[in-house]
């Protein structure tokens, strides 16, 4: 019962976060919900196993506005065995948890860094949130196996955002 109780705190909890930022994708408390409970931190998908990797900044450069340009994401996922990721797995959306908001992009169809190993697939968001720097977020990706018609969640928790000046 205490269990339920915490459930429907929270779903209420995000449902009035969600409506706060022109950023966030229309998405409810139950959906956030569902999505952190199936989010795990190593991912099995078949034979093979995944781990997410981010990074998160906001430029202050000086050609950046005086309160900072909009967060940026790179996320990585990260074959653990280190073989090729997949041609059939991919991924589609980050969730980035902050306190009570939540960021909800898709990912930006830009080429991968050249240099970047065939374990890793390498993903960006752009336009994010004014939060921080200097703080902790969540991070949690939507992977896609075409294979199976099946979305996993993965998820890297206390991510640091940085400061770039």
């Known amino acids: ?13 995000f449902a009035v976060s969600c409506e706060k930022s022109d950023l966030e994708t229309q998405i409810s ?6 999505i952190k409970e199936k989010a795990v931190e190593t991912l099995v998908i078949g034979s093979s196993s995944f781990k997410l990797d981010a990074y998160l900044w906001r430029d202050f450069m000086p050609v950046s506005p005086v309160d900072g340009k909009p967060m940026i994401s790179i996320n990585w996922l990260v074959s653990t065995d280190m073989v090729k990721i997949p041609e ?4 589609v959306k980050q969730y980035v948890f902050y306190e009570d908001e939540i960021w ?9 860094a050249p240099s ?3 374990y890793k697939l ?7 949130p004014k939060w921080g720097p200097k703080i902790h977020v969540d991070v949690i990706s939507q992977i896609y196996d075409s294979k199976t018609n099946k979305n996993y969640y993965i998820e890297r928790k206390g991510v640091y955002v940085e400061r770039t000046d």
């Open 29 to 34: 408390g139950e959906q956030i919900l569902q």
């Open 1 to 13: 019962m205490k269990k339920v109780a915490i459930l429907l705190c929270l779903a209420a909890f």
């Open 122 to 128: 390498e993903r960006i968001s752009r336009n994010g």
């Open 88 to 91: 059939n797995i991919s991924m």
């Open 116 to 118: 970047l190993p065939e």
């Open 104 to 112: 909800v992009a898709d990912y930006e169809n830009e080429a991968p």
